[in-house]
């Protein structure tokens, strides 16, 4: 293999661009499709370069904010719906602006692969006033990582780089560039840009304004923007990101015969888009996500041109985009394809065996049955499986930490009882709030901390609470009395039963505290492979 | 040269590891490769595949469109079945025929059998009974590598060398177990193609 050719997922070849950029920290939290970008740097970084994990994306945001305040460069990657919970330092650090680099790396997952929703980040983007970058191709992954720091720094902004799961999963050989040397500390000149309050921050905000114009002139001279020409007038095609993979597919390798603008900087290049325009009068837009390009571009036009995309149904609007769904739009003749088989069913996930989940779930399971006015509400993780059968045993999963604030707003409605249930990584990243709330209420709730040491959804990552989530829950105001811990096993099921009654019965907080290592990491630890991977 | 693959089987099975083989096999001569892969929920017990896409030049899309696989090689019976779409006119099965039955309702397996073995030049055999009675009971994923190995578009003796530096981390004996349940699996299907 050659030295500096390596088979990169997309993912990776952004966390290899940032490190060859030199950067100083990266900053995550777990979320599919966006895992690996961290995993990759813990594993390739050099010594001193920050790799750990972070509680949730909200603080990962911050401490690389503080990087970049401290005039280093720092990265930042989490999946889209993370993006939700970091929008509060997200948005705002488009008005402190930078002083080192900062990128902020976006996972989006159209189709739900892994996800609640299929939100589209470059929406983020425009509503923060930040330039957004998506990559066709892991190659253009890695060099377009590289130009975002180089444009953060010199625009004093923070960049995102969005990508879809198709493209982050994805592997190809990529070729790497020579490495940059990292930032020396350097504090930032106006002791004023960091402190947003109002006065400041209205001046910070007219500088990020008068800084619109050039962001969209970086966008319009891109060089991973291209209009190329084409003699076939009848339609101009608009391809996003990796979309444009899928044209050159369904044009088998020839050039496309319509005029094409490839879009992967944003702002919008609404000049490219006119000069587009001057040449046809129909616009096929393909994006991979939602219709963001396509509904900007009603609003840049006139009247008589006709635009499609995903509003006028020429793509689906839900899902990702696929070969087929561009070679149809492209009015290519479908291609002979064998039927799919009718003995073919679906074949969901379930919990490994042995999981610890699974005896949880079995005395939760056994006490509800006793209260069938009662509910379960659950969380993101892997024991949100528990919602398929056999097991059938929560009523919800709806973002991060959601299972104890519902389950106390619930209770404030009246339900009894009214039960959480969430991971312990979960309950570090958003749930330890919602206790809280509960605590100060003396909200009749009985939560169950599913405690397997591990964030385990996404591969067994470092869990910030493991051997503190007594002290946490007991920190917070649970009462002592209230505060169960037990093992998840077979032979102590009745036991566990017996504890799970008794709390139900308290019209107060009650915390049990779950406690048995995921089997996975259990198993890596012991070098026990299922299969030889 | 352009080939385009699926490999399928049920989260945990090991399809990834083929992926890898194959990608260090491609790199070391020079080719292209875009692997696509699933990561996350579905790797727990679900369906997972990866289409895999050789090629002397640039490669566009990162899936494979349906109807040009040259290969479906699956680690399980119902997971080959899955992916026929993507199967081209000529294309090949090369599958595995223990079921995994983790899910209600699996159906009936000699059913399956019968769809497999209606397409032409479908190899359906016992990968994990091949790489238990070679002395590695887990490189059932080798075995069904071994299997498709004159399918591809690759010299064995290059597969070979990408296996070796697959398991050179976990040791001597784990390369030779994998490489004796790959070279077990490639006779067979040889001695099948003489047949």
Redesign the interface.
Known sequence: ??MD?R?L?ADEAIAQGALDAGLSGAYAYPG??S??ILEYIQRQAPAGVHCEWSANEKTAVEEALGMAYAGKRALVAMKHVGLNVAADPFVNSAITGVNGGLVVVAADDPSM??SQNEQDSRFYADFALLPAIEPSSQQEAYATTRYAFDLSEKMRVPVLLRLTT??A?????VTVDAPRAQNALALPDDPRQFVLLPANARRNYAALLAKQPALRQAAENSDFNALTDGPDQSVGIIACG?AI??V??ACD?APSPHPMLKIVQYPLPEHLLRRLAEKCRTLLVIEDGMPFVESRLRGVLPHGWTIRGRLDGTLPYAGEL???SV?RALGKPA???????A??????????AACPHMDSFLFIKEAMAEHPGGRVFSDIG?YA?GAL?PLEAIASCVDMGASITMAKGAADAGLRPSVAVIGDSTFTHSGMTGLLDAVYEKAPITLLILDNGTTG???GQTSLGAGRLEAIVRGLGVEPKHLRVLAPLKKNHAANLKALREELAYQGVSVILSQRECIQTAKKRSGK????? | MRYDMIIAG?????I??I?TVI??AV??R?W????????????????VET?LRIADG???????????ASLILALEP??A??Y??W?A?DGRVVANLATVE??????DSG??YA?LRQLPGCLLFDAVELARLNG?A?????AVLGAAASCLPLPVPALEAAISAQ?QR?GGA?VK??LAVFRAAHALAEANAHN
């Not at chain 1, 492979?529 to 991977?533: L, N, T």
């Not at chain 2, 049920?10 to 090991?14: I, K, L, N």
């Open positions: 293999m050659s050719r088979l997922l599919t499709p895992t690996e692969h892994s198709r493209l999963h994805s592997r190809a050989d990796l993979n899928y050159r597919e390798g696929t070969p087929e070679a291609a002979a394809v064998r039927a799919a088989s003995l073919v069913v679906p074949r969901p996930p379930g919990l490994c892997c499986l059968p959804m996404t591969g492979h299922f299969h030889a991977i | 049920v989260g945990g099975q090991g990834l590891s992926a990608g260090h790199l070391d020079g292209r490769l875009k692997q696509s892969e699933v990561h996350g929920m579905a790797q727990r017990g679900g369906a289409h640039e490669i566009a899309s990162d899936l494979v469109p349906q109807g040009r119902l997971e079945l899955r026929l779409p199967l006119a983790n899910m209600a309702h699996y159906p059913e399956i769809e590695s887990r490189a059932v994923n080798m398991f976990k784990v177990g994998n």
